[in-house]
């Protein structure tokens, strides 16, 4: 069974940073991508960052991109999710996700490559203006 369990959300200032992590169990990282993923209050879920452990390739939402950094552990079987330089409109609760190949040899973690149907809770990540 597929597990995911996030942590290292709270309360962060203006411009301050925040490292996210994601326990994965249940499938080897050579398998699957991860991704984060987040919802701010009243909006969509917006996908933000993932990555293809086996590949070392990542990808970034424009909204993030150059501020947070995506890293695996393989031999820990952990996805991080470094935030720096937060801002309020960053607030929202963040969810990690692992997905499975839609196609043979994909390597690339995009949304259309991967289903991203394992998802962990979210952890609350609230930034002070």
């Known amino acids: 069974e597929v597990q995911l369990q996030a942590s290292g959300g709270g309360l962060v200032q203006a411009g301050g940073s925040r490292k996210l992590s994601c326990v994965a169990s249940g499938f080897s990282f050579d398998d699957y991508a991860l991704g984060w993923y987040r919802q701010a209050p009243g909006k969509e879920r917006e996908a933000i960052s993932c990555i293809t452990p086996s590949e070392g390739f990542t990808y970034y939402a424009d909204s993030v991109e150059g501020r947070f950094v995506i890293s695996s552990d393989n031999a820990k079987n952990t996805v991080y999710l470094q935030m720096n330089d937060l801002q309020p409109e960053d607030t929202a609760i963040y969810f990690c996700?692992?997905?499975?190949?839609?196609?043979?040899?994909?390597?690339?973690?995009?949304?259309?490559?991967?289903?991203?149907?394992?998802w962990g809770q979210g952890t609350l990540v609230t930034v002070s203006s």
């Open positions: 996700a692992a997905g499975r190949p839609i196609y043979r040899g994909a390597t690339r973690c995009y949304s259309e490559l991967y289903d991203y149907s394992s």
